[in-house]
C-alpha cells in the first residue's frame, strides 16, 4: 500500500470537509493506492455520530463520496463532481472503533462518466456500509483550469 500524495495541500483556499488536514472540523482523510483500489483508514470521532455510539449516516456518504473522488483523482488523473450516489446502509457503524477501512475502485467508463463503487468497513472487518458513485469528469485541460496538475504517489 502506498500513500496517495495530496495535490492541494498547498493551494490557497483549500479547506475540504474531507481530506483538508486543517479544515478543524473536517474529516481529515488520507488515501492510499493498493492495486486497482484507493483505501483510507479512518478513525470516527463521537461528536460525528447520529445515534448514541453510532456514525451518522450522513457522515458515512461523506467517507464514501470523498473516497470515490479521489479513485478519481489518483487513477484518472483528472478531477470531477459527483453526479449521483446510491448508499446501502446494512450495518451500524460504531463511533468507538479505532479504525474503519474504506475501500474504493472503477467499476466501468463510459467516456467522461465514471461509476465507482466503495464499501467501508468496521474494525472487524464487517461489511457496513456500501455506496455507488456515478462521476462526471473533467477533461485534463478543465481539470488544469481549475489548478490540477497531478496526483502522484509518495514515492514518485
Known sequence: MKKI????????????????????????????????????????QPQYQGWIDT???GIQAVLLDEICAWVIVRKLQTTGVTSKMET????????????????????????????????LY??????????????????KEKAAEMGFQSCKLEDE
Open 5 to 44: 500524495l495530496n495535490p492541494w495541500i498547498h493551494k490557497e483556499g483549500y479547506n475540504c470537509f474531507g481530506c483538508a488536514p486543517n479544515n478543524a472540523s473536517g474529516l481529515k482523510m488520507e488515501f492510499y493506492e493498493e492495486g486497482e483500489e484507493v483505501i483510507s483508514e479512518w478513525t470516527p
Open 55 to 57: 456514525l451518522h449516516g
Open 88 to 119: 446501502r446502509y446494512l450495518k451500524p457503524v460504531s463511533t468507538n472503533d479505532r479504525k474503519l477501512t474504506l475501500r474504493a475502485h472503477i467499476v466501468e467508463t463510459r467516456r467522461n462518466i465514471v461509476t465507482v463503487e466503495a464499501s
Open 122 to 139: 468496521s474494525e472487524a472487518g464487517v461489511l457496513c456500509t456500501q455506496a455507488t458513485c456515478t462521476y462526471f469528469t473533467f477533461s
